[in-house]
């Protein structure tokens, strides 16, 4: 498609600049993209349009230094544009040094999902990351055992899901699972488990001390507020799962649902594991951490066979102990 060089100066409307640079290379928008034409704003990419080089090079290389998006599409554009600024990752990095690397992305990706909604960017991004942990384990299941749990305090929300994440994604891959796309849904699923918690005011999420009765079902309903906020975003069902049933317990003492374990999947089960495991290891307001191994000797004498499953734990032993 060709366009004369430059823009017309006297288009008037409320639609906003989007520079033609910020576009990245292998990336997809979901929104409207339109090209200033005369007077008019003609149609240039629909949502879900993939952008290659050679075609961002060509619009540059005809004076298009701007396309234009309608107001409606701020907030995608913007999320967008956060996604697209992420470093990428280098993947000549040894599974240890590249995991520690997603978990730092991973928390600034984290810290943009409680800003702004769900759109099909992050839920690229989120897949992009899933990916490369998805790697990391497929190439060294121990690289899990350099994750250090500690976290500055204002970090934890945001670095705990993508930790979450990898050590799920390891249970999984120790308990057999490993296929690709499988444990891809598993990681998803870590990466998102907590995102109902955007929902919940920071002052409830960082306070130090009990909740009162009404932030804590606040605090309760973040499962459910997650697995809405995920309703149109084809996430795979097991991801899905994991959002919305990561604090059920086997014996039914769990929230929201009371579930047992034989309605529990698989899946759910390991990514519970891997919550309550982070949790136990990392710096919290209400609670003392622990190190690995007394995270380990607390689930096994306190929460095995109630709360947390035998397989489960079993295999974030072998993942963590050598
Ligand atoms: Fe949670
Ligand atoms: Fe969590």
Not at 127 to 132: G, I
Not at 214 to 237: I, Q, R
Request: glycine share 6%; hydrophobic share 40%.
């Amino acid at each position: 498609m060709s366009f004369p060089v430059g823009l017309p100066s006297n288009l008037k409307s409320d639609y906003n600049q989007f520079p033609v640079d910020r576009l990245l290379d292998n990336s997809v928008t979901d929104f409207d993209l339109f090209a200033g034409i005369g007077n008019h704003f003609i149609l240039y990419s629909g949502q879900g349009y993939k952008w290659m080089r050679s075609e961002l090079t060509g619009l540059l290389n005809q004076g298009y230094k701007n396309l234009w998006i309608r107001p409606e599409d701020f907030a995608k554009a913007v999320i967008y544009e956060k996604m697209a600024k992420l470093p990428q990752l280098d993947k000549t990095l040894r599974p240890e040094d590249r995991l520690n690397k997603i978990l730092d992305i991973g928390a600034t990706f984290t810290r943009y999902l409680y800003e702004g909604d769900i759109t099909a960017s992050s839920v690229h991004k989120a897949e992009e990351l899933a990916t490369h942990l998805v790697a990391c384990i497929q190439e060294d299941q121990g690289c899990v055992r350099g994750i250090t749990g500690l976290a500055q305090h204002d970090m934890y929300t945001y670095l705990h899901s993508v930790r979450v994440a990898a050590y799920a994604t390891a249970i999984a891959h120790q308990m057999g699972i490993t296929d690709t796309e499988s444990l891809k849904t598993i990681a998803m699923g870590g990466i998102f488990h907590d995102v109902g918690k955007s929902s919940v005011p920071m002052a409830i999420i960082n306070k130090s001390g009990p909740l009162l009765e009404g932030e804590w079902l606040t605090m309760k309903n973040h499962p459910v507020e997650g697995h809405k906020k995920m309703a149109d975003s084809c996430l795979h069902h097991v991801s899905r799962e994991i959002v919305l049933h990561h604090h059920e317990r086997l014996n039914g003492s769990g929230y929201p649902d009371a579930l047992q374990q034989n309605s529990l999947l698989p899946e759910v089960q390991m990514a519970t594991l891997a919550d309550v495991f982070d949790a136990l290891t990392s710096s919290r307001s209400y609670q003392n951490k622990r190190n690995r191994f007394e995270a380990l000797d607390f689930i096994k004498h306190r929460l095995l066979r109630t709360d947390i499953s035998v397989e489960a734990f079993k295999a974030l032993v072998a993942c963590l102990v050598k």
